[in-house]
Nanobody, 125 residues
Framework: QVQLVESGGGLVQTGGSLRLSCAPS????????MTWFRQAPGKEREFVAG????????SYADPVKGRFTIARDNAKNTVYLQMNSLKSEDTAVYYC??????????????????WGQGTQVTVSS
């Protein structure tokens, strides 16, 4: 069983930055594909970014390309989501998700086995 704990959310003004962190439990962090999803009020949860096991391959949703960066430090058992140039439409609960079975990053939430509890990100204009 893997437990994911997110941190780093908060309130920020439009154009500002935040960095989210996700620290899975267990010793096999490097064997999981890691992703970030988000869910805004009244909307379905959506894929934001994903990173493969080595950290060499990343994938981003179109709305965040060029503004968000996902990275992982396998030595520290942590995955990060650096969010720059934040917009009001980025306001959502952000979730970290992990899966050790897949070969590549997928954008469907149904394929991820482990989820964090979520962290709120609010961007004020």
């Amino acid at each position: 069983q893997v437990q994911l704990v997110e941190s780093g959310g908060g309130l920020v003004q439009t154009g500002g930055s935040l960095r989210l962190s996700c620290a899975p439990s267990g010793r096999t962090f490097g064997s999981y594909i890691m992703t970030w999803f988000r869910q805004a009020p009244g909307k379905e949860r959506e894929f934001v970014a994903g990173i493969n096991r080595s950290g060499r391959v990343t994938s981003y949703a179109d709305p965040v390309k060029g503004r968000f960066t996902i990275a992982r430090d396998n030595a520290k058992n942590t995955v990060y989501l650096q969010m720059n140039s934040l917009k009001s439409e980025d306001t959502a609960v952000y979730y970290c998700a992990a899966d050790g079975r897949m070969i590549t990053i997928t954008r469907s939430e149904n394929t991820y086995e482990y989820w964090g509890q979520g962290t709120q990100v609010t961007v004020s204009s």
